[in-house]
């Protein structure tokens, strides 16, 4: 396929770069490995790296998914709901980025997962938006969506092609991840549309403000709304 020699060459000659070793230091004739960075993200963060937010939002998704009643509730993932109360959520991250940085196990694997059980659906999907509308480009960005949209045509619509095409354009395991779980939980919601209002059509429009990376037009909220309705 030579679209994918032209997409991809940049990418994958970039990620090697990324991923070389960085040499180690000598210290007294000792190698001395480079200390493990720590993410510095907090409540307040623009942007967020996929790989500090990938169990978070596996968790989050299998909580939500787990829960009939969470499936049903109305309008769901709708921003700006009147008993909506930012204070849980705001907390929970602030808790989790400051175990994050003083590597703490207070919010990784089975102590997360007990953490979230405990948590209301609206909390654990206001959680999810943040890190969805924080991850650099999107959860998809263009340049994925895009070489998905094309390999699915050169591939003749075969129906493996998400798994297949969706590896190739991403720059790690992680975002590939956080995708699968994107549409896994977008699913799951649509599946219950008849009960939460939240159908395939309309839940596809408003999913695409965390898809895709929006420009700002500094307007406000209207120029924002119109980057997403074009």
């Keep these: 396929m030579p679209f994918f020699s032209r997409v991809f060459k940049d990418k994958k000659s970039g990620a090697k770069d990324a991923n070389a070793k960085k040499p180690a230091e000598h210290t007294n004739g000792y190698s001395i490995a480079p200390a493990k960075p720590r993410y510095a993200s907090n409540w307040d963060s623009t942007e967020v790296l996929a790989e500090e937010v990938e169990e978070l939002i596996h968790l989050c998704t299998l909580e939500v998914k787990s829960r009939a009643e969470a499936l049903d509730t109305p309008f769901l993932l709708l921003p700006f709901r009147p008993e909506t109360d930012i204070s849980a959520p705001r907390t929970f991250i602030r808790n989790f980025f400051k175990a994050n940085r003083e590597g703490s196990h207070d919010f990784r694997g089975a102590a997360l997962q007990k953490e979230l059980r405990l948590t209301e659906p609206y909390v654990l999907c206001s959680i999810v938006k ?44 992680s975002r590939k991840n956080i995708i699968y779980d994107f549409y896994d939980l977008l699913a799951s919601i649509a599946a219950h549309g008849k009960n939460n209002g939240l159908g395939g059509r309309k839940l596809s429009r408003m999913a695409g403000w965390w898809a895709f990376e929006h420009n700002d037009t500094g307007v406000g909220f209207e120029g924002g709304y119109k980057s997403w309705s074009e």
């Design 130 to 173: 943040w890190c969805w509308s924080r991850i650099p480009g999107g959860v998809v960005s263009w340049s994925v969506y895009e070489g998905f949209r094309i390999g699915e045509l050169e591939s003749n619509m075969a129906r493996n092609a998400f798994d297949t095409f969706i590896p190739l354009g991403v720059e790690s395991n």
